[in-house]
């Protein structure tokens, strides 16, 4: 994994300074918080992804039945030449082309969005592992520690009870 990695950034960023060595605990502790910002800005983009793509749907229906559809019915129910001529092709012409960039943009916008999710299921599961990862190296720390025991209260600190 790369904790290691971001744990050793973390610790020379804050060993740059003349300050004491840092705790290892705060340490991790603030590789944490980082990659929760992380998940978060992840979060955002897939969110804000899957908005426009669902307001470009809706976007793209309104502005066809409003603005191309009674057009588009106005001509087909037009039994003269005039409403056939130069405007009825140009008109045509615009919403061949708007149906075309629609369509080839909405598949873009739901593959980008798809990505996007796969890619922040991917990034909070890392994020999820690297936490794992360093409770575990907490509690390691933690059992390796020697027991800390209180001098009993009858007896000198530096001699053994049990002889």
Known sequence: MTSDRDVG???????AGAKPPP????TV???SRRQRRRVRLWAALTV?????AAGYSAANVLVY???FYPKLA???QDPSADGRGTAAREFLHIQAYYLLYSNVLW????????GMT?????KSRQATMRQIQASLDDISRRIEAPPRRPPDAGEPAGTDPGR
């Not at 950034?9 to 060993?15: C, I, M, N, S």
């Not at 705790?23 to 705060?26: A, I, L, N, W």
């Not at 804000?48 to 426009?52: N, T, V």
């Not at 796969?118 to 991917?122: E, K, P, Q």
């Open 9 to 15: 950034e973390e610790l020379l960023r804050r060993a």
């Open 23 to 26: 705790d290892p605990v705060t």
């Open 29 to 31: 502790e603030a590789v």
């Open 48 to 52: 804000a992804l899957w908005i426009l």
């Open 65 to 67: 039945l409003i603005f």
């Open 74 to 76: 106005s001509l087909i």
């Open 107 to 114: 598949p873009v916008l739901l593959v980008a969005a798809a």
């Open 118 to 122: 796969v890619l922040f299921v991917l």
